[in-house]
Structures are given as structure tokens and as C-alpha cells.
């Protein structure tokens, strides 16, 4: 027992003796204890909805196997194919995770717990960012242990990081911030500028979304603390506003490799081109137009004073600075409300990353975010706002009323984002501020007045309660999930909170309540937070854990059995997992990445429909429509043992317990060699689409520009069609078809003139909010089968009539794909086969894809819809019921053509593909690989021209005779990125040794006379 005391006693002295270990470790266990209710029966996950499951966890698990496939193999991935079909690989993932420190320690896990090495390094993430915060207040801020201690807990345990769970990168960003700040006081109060360039460097790297807004903050930051220590300073330093600014733009600079790769992908993206936000500021100072490309970057003449001023261009630059404009996300946002936001976020913690406690949105507004850091801390506000007017420091009040204003006006949300989009996202720079501003009124705890804490008591509650009161007033308030009495417990906790530190908090031990307060408190704020948001079970992932490792199983048993160029459909990858080729390691189908290839923005949108809705980053091929599979080169179907809907042309592969692979026996690798091709103008885009996708697998579709380039160099080996006007997929007239309706748990079947009127069958008492009328699902609690209506074919109007063995029959059903209905194809009484494709339960209203696919082999003469989950009316007037069938021999000729000219000797990695041809004549060759302008491509060992082709895919020309073909990719702008890194450094090292020569020539000096002695 004795030696156990000694042991504790001397663990004791050495934390004493070591600060900084003391206070990591402190935090590292409150913070891991804010979690642990979650994760001791999770696994050791913390598994939280949304992007989190979507995004995060699959993320990881790729890089950690780039990570290990470059040191295994030398090659350092650009290119990724597990996301959808091909993208940017490094420029796409350095906004989440790629280039932060805290990936590393991660690679050091085993695969199979990269889960539970995400939460760990979660929990080093807020406990790193907390013990840099310590030591901005300890170190340059002159607060005493237990105030930087408190501090630091409300900074790791803040309403920001909490409000952002879900977005597990962020809280890279968390823990890196403080470094700026520190830079800059190492800057000032040291003398040394090496740290602020350090910082700025690891911020960009971290996270190059945020370096913009944080090289404005830390400026700001800077020239505040600059004045505050202008007397410690001596006055106007010169040096050390040169060595600032040196160091600040030379520590953006080593960033490069990151920031230009970025920049040319995020320029590109739909929601920063969509962006008008940039244009309309820019037009209060130009002339801008879109003929006149001249003036300064093409915005044409800059207007002069008297134009500038006159008129309503002055005050309506004013209101676009600094009025909140009324915005529609799926219902109105007011301005009142938005200037309201700060205010709610500072007073009352987040209880989920949708909305706060007091407003309630049905959409994600971006301009919420949380500035919460605690009730003791926002009461100490008033009583610092109090005394810095009392002081009467000119740059005190400056610093002071700038901070009160920019969260409340829109310029801000603009410019900290570039003009690309409304986020409040950089207001972790005012909870720093805060923090910092209230700590330090803390240090005097005794020493506030108790009619200061009574002004301030007044103030919040008055605050409090009037923005409670607005935002009832507008029907924001929601009592769901007991938010009403989370509202009123907080301002009940507040009075506790006054009356505690105005009659207890006295004498010794003051700050250790204090710190025992906020820690408890941001514990409880957290908690209920993770509630709030929602943590998945994580042994319900992906179906369970023994799904997931028998799908494991199959790839891994395909790349044993199969080295070649291929693409897997695969129907565990639907929309609750979009980036499980990510886990799994195989060449995806189905993405949910912000930064897709948008090369392939036209295909994805509006030619295949792969996008659940328009310009959504959230896609998936999962309709079973072979010909767009097989020209995305997918060669085996994973399907679940019991799915009766099989491609033709597909047979039996494996068979696992639960899943069966199908290979596909008309598979062509990696892309086409084609005799004809189409002018892109003469492709009839407006087609139902599933009708254009025979023509991927028949026609190079051209770019109309690069169209006579191609048919000079080919000649008479190629031939121009004219159009497309061959409807492969014939139409089955549904119009003397009879339909009846089944409601359910009900017998009784009632006959109606239609899908289309089936609605006007419902009971009354199903009419939704949206005053439209809704379909019941399947009713599991009762055992009721959901609504159904059957569809009687006339017998002259039957599908796939010469439908046998031999030759069935592709049948696409055009029908809502957002609506969860199976679909079930019958000959008389025979069900021959049945899908619902894509079911799921996330809010589809805004889906558009409509085209479903089916096989069979034999003819149809009646369908039957079944709701799986409730449905609007909708389902059936949004695009309309039909079904189109084409013949399989129609495919099966198309694909026998293709394979006749296959490639040969086909090597892929990830940044390169390599194979032959051996052609009597040129051809016009279509990759299954997305076009990116950093492809190159040599021919012969000669570079030649890659053209994008089929809306958003590589092409090139093919040669006759035995020809070998060399693609490499090189992320585009990372050799400038690269350089001007490497120059950055350089000049970091000239600007230490020109900033600190006097200190290097005096240590010369000594060792020189140390030397003679």
C-alpha cells in the first residue's frame, strides 16, 4: 500500500513539475469523458448521423490504404476511382482529411479499427486544441493556471466544436487555430515571426477552407494586439511590423502545395461558380459587364468618385454590407432572424447540427453555427464590457465594437468565405475572442463589483428571453424532443448560475468551483448535443458487422481471382452508404463527396441521372440499367441472395451466405474502340435518358467544337451519324390497361381510371401538411402490407413479347425513384421478378431520377406497385408512370461489336493506365475513365491530345497497325504548388536569419573566442 502512495506521490511531483502534461492530460479525460456514454456501447466509436457515417468513416479508411499502398509500391495516389467513377484524389480529400497532421497516427492502426482510432484521435484533436489555448492565456495573455485551465476546457468543450460533431475534419481545425493567435503574440511579445508562419502553414494544410478566413482574423487579431502592446513595444516597431508581414505571407506560401492544387478544383465546384455573391459586391466598384472583359482581372472600368457616390450605388452597397437579405431554404428565413442567430448561439448551447435550442429550421441554414462558451464565462461579459469603457483605451473600445459587429452583418459571411457561400462556419474566431476577452475579467473575480454581475444577469436574461420570444413569435420554437424545456432549463441554469456567483463564489477556492462549474456544465452541453445529433449504432452499420465482413470477403476474393480494369454494382452501396467502396477498396459506383469530378457534371446530370437531384453531390448507379453499367465498365453485380432482378447477360459467379456476385459475359475493360461516332448536338438530350444510354455503347459522343478536328484525322475510317433518332426502348401503351387500387389492411380492391387518379381514391384523413394526399407504407407494428395498385395489361399491350430464354427483355420503369415502391412484374399469376431499388429514409422529394430497371424472360401482362414507406401523390404526376422495354439481343449485338475490339496487355494503378491495340484502321477510342486536364497522353512514346468526350469522359484516336497507348496522371497545379512551397521555405529560412543575425553573429563571436581560449 505503501509503495502504491509513493508511486502516486511521485506521478504527482513529476505533473507538478511538468505543466503542459498536467493540463493534456486533465483534458484528454474530460474530454474523452464528455463521449464515453456513447462510445463504451459503441464499439469504442463515436458514430454520429449524417456525414459523419456518410462521409467520414469511409474517408479514412481510403487514405489509410493510399497511405500504405505508397509505401508498399512508391506510387503517391492522385487519382482515385472509389468514389464515383474517377476524381481528383488529392485536391478532392484536403479539405477533410488528407493533409492534417492528425492523420498519421492513424495509419498506425490496424485497418479493421480505423473506427475507433477516428474517435481517438477526436478525442487528441480537442484535447490538442485545448492545451494550445492554455497556453495562448498562460503564456502570452499572463492569466494564472486555474483561468487558462478554465479557459481551455470552454474553448475544447465549446458550442462551436459540439455544433460541427458531424464534421469530424473540423475538429482538425479546432485544434490548430490557436496556433495562429500564438504566432502572432510570439510575433509581438517575443520578437520572433517563425511561429506565426508555422501556424498559418499547419492551418492550411490542415484545412485550406478555413486559411482563408483565418489569415483575416489573425490580421485582425494582430493589428488589435499590436496597439494594445504599443507602450511594451516601444512605440511604432517597425521591425516588427516587417517581420509580421513577412512571416504571415511567407507562412501562407508553404501552404501552396495545398492551396493551389485546391483552388483550381474548389473554382470549379457548382455551388462557387453558381455564386453571384462576388458580382454583385464587385459591381458597386466596377463597370462590369459581360461583353467588356477589360480593366482590372477583365471586371471592366473602375468607376469613379462621383459615379461611386451617386445615386443608389453607395447605399446599396451599404445594404448588401450590412442587412441581412430574406432567404428560402425549404421555408423563409427572415433577416430579423438571421441577425438574431449570434445572439441565441451565445446564450443558449446547440443541441444538434441542424438547428439551435431556440430556432428550428427544417433545412441546414449555413449561417448558424454556435459561439457558446458557458454560462459563467458569457456572464463575465458585461461586467469586461463595463470595464473596457471604464479604461478609456482608445484600441480597447475599437477592438471591442468591431467584435460586436461582424457576426451580425452579412459582409462578413460573405468575405471570411470568399464570396462563395453564407457559412458561419469562421466563428470559431469569435469564440477564441470571447474566451480570451471573459477570461481575463475572470483573473479579478473578486474584484467585479456585485452591481456589475447584476447589469449583466439583467441584460442576458432580457436577451434571452426576447429572443426566445421572436423566434415563438415566427413559429421557430419547437417543443420536439423536449427543446421547450431545454429552453427553459437553460435559463433557469442561468439564475443558478447569477446567484451562485454573486453570493457563493467568494474567498479561497474560487476558481476551482468555477472550473468545476464550466467543466460540468459543457459535459452536460455536450452530451445532450450528441444526443441531440444522434449517434448510429455502430454494429447496425452497412446491415452489421458480419454483412460487412462478408463483403469484405468478396472483394478481396475477386482482386485474388481478377487483376484486371473493372467496376463493381454493388447493392449494398446505395444511398445510406454511398462511399462503402471506400471501406471495402473497390472501384466505386456512387459517391457522397462535395468535391466530385465536375468534368462530368453534364453526364451526371442530365444525360444518365446519376445525382439523386440536380448538382447534388450525393449519386449512386443503382437502378440496374446494363447499358449504363456496362459502358461504365462494371463487370460483376453483388447482389443479395435473395434478389430475383439479375441483368441478362450475367451469370452466376460465387454465392456467399447473404450476397451472390454475378459476372458480366459481354464485358469490355476499361473502354471502347469505336467505328462511328456523333456530333454531341445531334444526341437528343431530351429524351427520357434511359433512351440515349444504348447509344454509350454504339457512338463516340463528340464535343460539337472538336467535331471536325476528329472526322480531318480519321477520314473515311470513321462515320458521322447523323442522329439518334432510333428509339431502342419500345413503349408500352398503358392506356387500355386496367388499375386498381388496394389501401392498406384492406381486402377490398377498388378498380380506378388510373395511377394518375389513385389519389383521388385515398381516404380524407391522409392529406399531409402539404395539403396533397399521401400513400400509406408498410405498416410493420400491425403487419399490414402498404397501398398497392395493380396494373392489368391488354393483351395486345403486353411487355417483352418475345421474351424466352434466349432473348428476354430489359424493362425500365419510368416511376419517381424518391418514393420507396417495389415494383413487381407478373405473367398471369407468376411474380417473375420484383425490385424497390435504392430504399432508404432519407427525404427524397427532391430526387430525379426516374428510370428503374428490370429483367426478364418471358412476357409481362401485369405489374404491381407496392409503398414501402408513405409517399405524396406526387409520386405519380412529378414525371409520370410509364414502362419501355428493349430486347436483350439488341444489347447482346451491341456489346459482341465492342468486344471484337478489345484492348490488349491492360495495366492500371491509380495514376497511370497502359494497354495496346492492334487496328486495321483508326478508331475512335472512349474511356471509362472521367476526363481531368491532368491526364496526359503519349502514343508511341509521342504526346498526343486527349479530347472529352460522352459528356465528360477521355477520348482519344486510336492508331492503326500494333500501337501502345501510356495515360499519366499529375494532379493539376501541385508542381506550381510545390515550388512555390519550396521558395516559401526558402525565404522562411532567409527571414529567421535575417531577423535574427544580431543573436547569430554574437553566438559566432563567443564560439570564436571560446575557440582561441
Given at each position: 500500500m505503501s509503495k502504491a502512495k509513493n508511486i502516486i506521490k511521485k506521478a504527482e511531483n513529476w505533473l507538478n513539475q511538468h505543466e503542459y502534461t498536467k493540463v493534456a492530460l486533465f483534458l484528454f479525460v474530460i474530454v474523452f469523458c464528455c463521449f464515453s456514454i456513447h462510445v463504451f456501447k459503441n464499439g469504442f466509436t463515436l458514430t454520429m448521423n449524417g456525414d459523419y457515417v456518410l462521409q467520414q468513416l469511409h474517408f479514412y479508411v481510403e487514405g489509410y490504404d493510399s497511405f500504405w499502398n505508397f509505401i508498399r509500391t512508391g506510387e503517391f495516389k492522385m487519382w482515385s476511382y472509389e468514389g464515383f467513377l474517377g476524381v481528383n484524389y488529392f485536391a478532392a480529400n484536403t479539405f477533410y482529411y488528407l493533409t492534417s497532421p492528425f492523420l498519421l497516427p492513424l495509419m498506425l492502426f490496424p485497418r479493421t479499427l480505423i473506427p475507433q482510432g477516428i474517435y481517438f484521435m477526436y478525442v487528441i484533436k480537442l484535447t490538442t486544441g485545448g492545451l494550445l489555448f492554455y497556453i495562448l492565456l498562460r503564456k502570452y495573455h499572463k492569466l494564472s493556471y486555474k483561468v487558462a485551465l478554465i479557459g481551455a476546457v470552454a474553448y475544447a468543450l465549446s458550442g462551436?466544436?459540439?455544433?460541427?460533431?458531424?464534421?469530424?475534419?473540423?475538429?482538425?481545425?479546432?485544434?490548430?487555430?490557436?496556433?495562429?493567435?500564438?504566432?502572432?503574440?510570439?510575433?509581438?511579445?517575443?520578437?520572433?515571426?517563425?511561429?506565426?508562419?508555422?501556424?498559418?502553414?499547419?492551418?492550411?494544410?490542415?484545412?485550406?477552407?478555413?486559411?482563408?478566413?483565418?489569415?483575416?482574423?489573425?490580421?485582425?487579431?494582430?493589428?488589435?494586439?499590436?496597439?494594445?502592446?504599443?507602450?511594451?513595444?516601444?512605440?511604432?516597431?517597425?521591425?516588427?511590423?516587417?517581420?509580421?508581414?513577412?512571416?504571415?505571407?511567407?507562412?501562407i506560401g508553404l501552404s501552396s502545395v495545398v492551396l493551389v492544387t485546391a483552388l483550381k478544383v474548389i473554382t470549379?465546384?457548382?455551388?462557387?461558380?453558381?455564386?453571384?455573391?462576388?458580382?454583385?459586391?464587385?459591381?458597386?466598384?466596377?463597370?462590369?459587364?459581360?461583353?467588356?472583359?477589360?480593366?482590372?482581372?477583365?471586371?471592366?472600368?473602375?468607376?469613379?468618385?462621383k459615379e461611386f457616390?451617386?445615386?443608389?450605388?453607395?447605399?446599396?452597397?451599404?445594404?448588401?454590407?450590412?442587412?441581412?437579405?430574406?432567404?428560402?431554404?425549404?421555408?423563409?428565413?427572415?433577416?430579423?432572424?438571421?441577425?438574431?442567430?449570434?445572439?441565441?448561439?451565445?446564450?443558449?448551447?446547440?443541441?444538434?447540427?441542424?438547428?439551435?435550442?431556440?430556432?428550428?429550421?427544417?433545412?441546414?441554414?449555413?449561417?448558424?453555427?454556435?459561439?457558446?462558451?458557458?454560462?459563467p464565462l458569457f456572464l463575465l461579459f458585461w461586467p469586461a464590457l463595463i470595464k473596457t469603457f471604464k479604461t478609456k483605451k482608445i484600441w480597447n473600445i475599437i477592438g471591442l465594437i468591431f467584435m460586436l459587429i461582424i457576426p451580425f452583418i452579412p459582409i462578413t459571411y460573405y468575405a471570411l468565405n470568399a464570396f462563395s457561400m453564407m457559412y458561419g462556419r469562421w466563428?470559431?474566431?469569435?469564440?477564441?475572442?470571447?474566451?480570451?476577452?471573459?477570461?481575463?475579467?475572470?483573473?479579478?473575480?473578486?474584484d467585479i463589483p456585485k452591481i456589475h454581475i447584476d447589469i449583466s444577469f439583467l441584460i442576458t436574461i432580457t436577451l434571452m428571453i426576447s429572443v426566445v420570444a421572436y423566434s415563438f413569435s415566427i413559429g421557430r420554437v419547437s417543443f420536439?424532443?423536449?427543446?421547450?424545456?431545454?429552453?427553459?432549463?437553460?435559463?433557469?441554469?442561468?439564475?443558478?448560475?447569477?446567484?451562485?456567483?454573486r453570493?457563493?463564489?467568494?474567498?479561497?477556492?474560487?476558481?476551482?468551483?468555477?472550473?468545476?462549474?464550466?467543466?460540468?456544465?459543457?459535459?452536460?452541453?455536450?452530451?445532450?448535443?450528441?444526443?441531440?445529433?444522434?449517434?448510429?449504432?455502430?454494429?447496425?452499420?452497412?446491415?452489421?458487422?458480419?454483412?460487412l465482413k462478408e463483403q469484405q470477403t468478396i472483394i478481396n476474393d475477386l482482386k485474388d481471382d481478377d487483376d484486371s480494369f473493372y467496376r463493381i454494382f454493388d447493392s449494398l452501396a446505395d444511398r445510406n452508404y454511398n462511399n462503402i467502396a471506400m471501406t471495402l477498396g473497390y472501384k466505386g459506383l456512387s459517391t457522397f463527396h462535395s468535391v466530385y469530378n465536375f468534368e462530368l457534371d453534364d453526364f451526371i446530370n442530365n444525360l444518365s441521372k446519376v445525382s439523386y437531384s440536380y448538382y447534388n453531390w450525393s449519386m449512386g448507379v443503382d437502378e440496374k440499367r446494363y447499358n449504363l453499367d456496362t459502358f461504365l465498365n462494371v463487370k460483376y453485380y453483388v447482389l443479395k441472395n435473395e434478389d430475383t432482378n439479375i441483368p441478362l447477360g450475367f451469370s452466376l459467379y460465387k454465392q456467399y451466405d447473404n450476397y451472390s456476385v454475378y459476372i458480366n459475359n459481354y464485358f469490355v475493360e476499361l473502354g471502347y474502340a469505336f467505328d462511328d461516332i456523333i456530333n454531341e448536338n445531334n444526341f437528343n438530350e431530351y429524351w427520357d435518358y434511359h433512351q440515349n444510354e444504348p447509344y454509350y455503347n454504339k457512338y463516340a459522343i463528340i464535343a460539337s467544337e472538336d467535331i471536325e478536328e476528329i472526322t480531318n484525322i480519321l477520314g473515311d475510317d470513321i462515320t458521322l451519324a447523323e442522329n439518334n433518332n432510333k428509339l431502342y426502348f419500345k413503349e408500352v401503351g398503358l392506356y387500355n390497361a386496367k388499375y386498381y387500387l388496394q389501401l392498406r389492411g384492406e381486402e377490398t380492391i377498388t378498380q380506378i381510371p388510373g395511377v394518375y387518379y389513385a389519389s383521388e381514391y385515398l381516404p380524407q384523413t391522409r392529406i399531409g401538411s402539404n395539403n396533397e394526399k399521401n400513400f400509406y407504407g408498410t405498416d410493420n407494428?400491425?403487419?399490414?402490407?402498404?397501398?398497392?395498385?395493380?396494373i392489368d395489361l391488354d393483351e395486345n399491350q403486353t411487355l417483352c413479347p418475345n421474351g424466352s430464354s434466349e432473348n428476354g427483355c430489359h424493362i425500365i420503369a419510368k416511376l419517381n425513384y424518391g418514393p420507396n415502391i417495389k415494383v413487381k412484374f407478373y405473367y398471369n399469376d407468376t411474380l417473375i421478378t420484383e425490385d424497390a431499388h435504392g430504399t432508404s429514409n432519407y427525404d427524397k422529394s427532391g430526387d430525379h431520377k426516374f428510370a428503374r430497371g428490370y429483367y426478364v424472360t418471358t412476357k409481362i401482362n401485369r405489374i404491381e406497385l407496392e409503398f414501402l414507406s408513405d409517399a405524396a401523390s406526387s409520386t405519380f404526376t412529378k414525371y409520370g408512370f410509364n414502362v419501355y422495354y428493349e430486347e436483350f439481343n439488341e444489347y447482346k449485338q451491341r456489346q459482341e461489336n465492342l468486344m471484337a475490339n478489345k484492348f490488349e496487355n491492360i495495366v492500371v494503378t491509380n495514376n497511370t493506365i497502359k494497354f495496346e491495340t492492334n487496328y486495321d484502321d483508326k478508331k475512335m477510342i472512349v474511356l471509362s475513365v472521367p476526363y481531368d486536364s491532368g491526364w496526359s497522353l503519349k502514343i508511341n512514346g509521342e504526346n498526343q491530345k486527349i479530347y472529352k468526350v460522352d459528356s465528360g469522359f477521355i477520348g482519344f484516336i486510336a492508331l492503326k497497325g500494333k500501337t501502345t497507348y501510356e495515360l499519366n496522371y499529375v494532379t493539376p497545379g501541385i508542381k506550381t504548388g510545390v515550388i512555390l512551397s519550396l521558395i516559401s521555405?526558402?525565404?522562411?529560412?532567409?527571414?529567421?536569419?535575417?531577423?535574427?543575425?544580431?543573436?547569430?553573429?554574437?553566438?559566432?563571436?563567443?564560439?570564436?573566442?571560446?575557440?582561441?581560449?
Open positions: 462551436w466544436g459540439m455544433y460541427y460533431l458531424w464534421f469530424n475534419h473540423f475538429a482538425d481545425v479546432l485544434a490548430v487555430f490557436p496556433l495562429t493567435l500564438i504566432g502572432v503574440e510570439h510575433c509581438l511579445q517575443k520578437k520572433q515571426g517563425w511561429l506565426l508562419a508555422i501556424g498559418l502553414f499547419i492551418c492550411g494544410i490542415t484545412n485550406y477552407y478555413f486559411l482563408f478566413a483565418f489569415v483575416f482574423t489573425t490580421f485582425f487579431y494582430a493589428i488589435f494586439r499590436y496597439f494594445q502592446l504599443f507602450k511594451q513595444n516601444k512605440g511604432y516597431n517597425l521591425k516588427i511590423i516587417l517581420m509580421g508581414f513577412a512571416f504571415f505571407v511567407v507562412g470549379s465546384t457548382p455551388r462557387v461558380e453558381g455564386s453571384t455573391l462576388l458580382n454583385e459586391f464587385l459591381a458597386f466598384f466596377f463597370n462590369a459587364s459581360t461583353t467588356d472583359q477589360s480593366g482590372f482581372l477583365g471586371l471592366g472600368a473602375l468607376k469613379g468618385i457616390f451617386q445615386g443608389d450605388n453607395i447605399k446599396s452597397l451599404l445594404k448588401y454590407m450590412f442587412i441581412f437579405n430574406e432567404r428560402y431554404m425549404s421555408e423563409p428565413i427572415t433577416s430579423t432572424q438571421t441577425f438574431l442567430y449570434p445572439i441565441a448561439t451565445f446564450f443558449f448551447p446547440p443541441v444538434s447540427n441542424w438547428d439551435t435550442l431556440v430556432f428550428t429550421n427544417k433545412a441546414f441554414d449555413n449561417t448558424i453555427s454556435s459561439i457558446y462558451i458557458s454560462a466563428q470559431i474566431f469569435l469564440v477564441a475572442i470571447a474566451i480570451i476577452y471573459t477570461s481575463s475579467m475572470l483573473e479579478k473575480f473578486d420536439e424532443y423536449g427543446k421547450g424545456y431545454g429552453i427553459a432549463a437553460q435559463i433557469l441554469y442561468v439564475c443558478f448560475v447569477y446567484y451562485y456567483m453570493e457563493r463564489l467568494k474567498g479561497p477556492g474560487v476558481y476551482d468551483k468555477l472550473l468545476t462549474l464550466v467543466t460540468v456544465e459543457l459535459l452536460v452541453m455536450g452530451n445532450i448535443t450528441t444526443f441531440g445529433q444522434g449517434v448510429t449504432n455502430y454494429y447496425d452499420l452497412y446491415g452489421g458487422q458480419d454483412i407494428t400491425n403487419g399490414n402490407i402498404g397501398d398497392r395498385i395493380y521555405l526558402l525565404l522562411f529560412i532567409i527571414l529567421i536569419l535575417l531577423f535574427n543575425r544580431e543573436k547569430i553573429i554574437i553566438k559566432l563571436k563567443n564560439r570564436k573566442k571560446n575557440v582561441h581560449k
